[in-house]
């Protein structure tokens, strides 16, 4: 429990270094190879730079290890605390609003094609009402988030008596405790996925049959300049999602309290 775990160390330091290498592929070809998409390229840029710089501060800067069966972790092999000394506390908080500034950004890239789409079939503008609602969500899950965090004391007060001597030797570290706020999170975070989720199906739905509608009447050049567009948002979208899953198995396993969880 409390020992290194130098294979999941290393597993974050060879897959940082892959994903970073995949990242900077996909800003080549959007700055270099998208000039058919028109200043629509920037909202994707945005979007990848988004990706790359939360994938380096997870996988390189926070490094996180987790506590399993108390619910809690620590990013004290991360370049983050090592170098600069921002602790766990501050660097989840980070993540958090790194990761929901790419569900804003992901959101208004999918709506800002739905409006480029259905505009050329003389339909509804986008909804940007939408966006507001996503913006305003996630940032209050990202304050009921820094709420739940207990202080140091009350951090102390929740260790354990048989493990108060590994921790003492920890320098940095981050628990949790199942009260309110932190069921309010465990809460908002599936509940808002699943909406973000489904209004992006929704519009990936309605935008490719809107290309099938207009299709007749547009060159075959700009209609497949739509789709692959809407194939390269619906992948970065997948990515994103799979992201998050290490996440949602150790809240499920911590708070399910499952045997040998860790």
């Known amino acids: 429990m409390f020992g290194t775990p130098y294979w999941l160390l290393h597993y974050y330091t060879i897959l940082g270094y892959f994903s970073l290498i995949i990242n900077l592929i996909g800003l080549y070809l959007v700055l270099f190879k998208s000039s058919t998409m028109g200043n629509y390229k920037y909202n994707l840029l945005y979007l990848q730079l988004s990706c790359t710089f939360l994938y380096i501060i997870f996988l390189h800067g926070m490094k996180p290890i987790t506590?399993?069966?108390?619910m809690g972790l620590s990013c004290k092999h991360?370049?983050?605390?090592?170098?600069?000394?921002?602790?766990?506390?501050?660097?989840?908080?980070?993540?958090?609003?790194?990761?929901?500034?790419?569900?804003?950004?992901?959101?208004?890239?999918?709506?800002k094609k739905y409006s480029a789409v259905t505009s050329v079939g003389k339909r509804n503008i986008i909804p940007t009402i939408i966006i507001i609602l996503v913006i305003v969500f996630n940032q209050i899950c990202i304050i009921v988030l820094t709420l739940a965090i207990p202080t140091k004391q009350q951090q102390l007060n929740l260790i354990p008596e048989e493990y108060n001597n590994y921790f003492d030797i920890?320098?940095?570290?981050?628990?949790?405790?199942?009260?309110?706020?932190?069921?309010?999170?465990?809460?908002?975070?599936?509940?808002?996925?699943?909406?973000?989720?489904?209004?992006?199906?929704?519009?990936?739905?309605?935008?490719?049959?809107?290309?099938?509608?207009?299709?007749?009447?547009?060159?075959?050049?700009?209609?497949?300049?739509?789709?692959?567009?809407?194939?390269?948002?619906?992948a970065q979208s997948l990515?994103?999602?799979?992201?998050?899953?290490?996440?949602?198995?150790?809240?499920?396993?911590?708070?399910?309290?499952?045997?040998?969880?860790?």
Request: glycine residues 4%; aromatic residues 12%.
């Open 67 to 70: 506590f399993l069966p108390i």
């Open 78 to 111: 991360g370049v983050l605390w090592r170098y600069l000394g921002i602790s766990s506390r501050v660097s989840v908080v980070v993540f958090a609003e790194l990761f929901a500034n790419i569900v804003i950004s992901m959101t208004s890239c999918f709506l």
């Open 170 to 234: 920890l320098e940095d570290y981050l628990l949790f405790e199942m009260d309110t706020l932190s069921i309010i999170f465990i809460v908002l975070v599936p509940i808002g996925a699943s909406l973000i989720i489904l209004i992006i199906f929704l519009i990936t739905v309605k935008m490719f049959d809107a290309l099938s509608i207009i299709n007749p009447r547009q060159s075959e050049t700009n209609t497949k300049r739509h789709k692959i567009v809407l194939k390269s948002l619906i």
């Open 239 to 262: 990515t994103t999602v799979v992201f998050l899953v290490p996440c949602i198995i150790f809240v499920f396993v911590t708070v399910v309290e499952i045997s040998n969880g860790n």
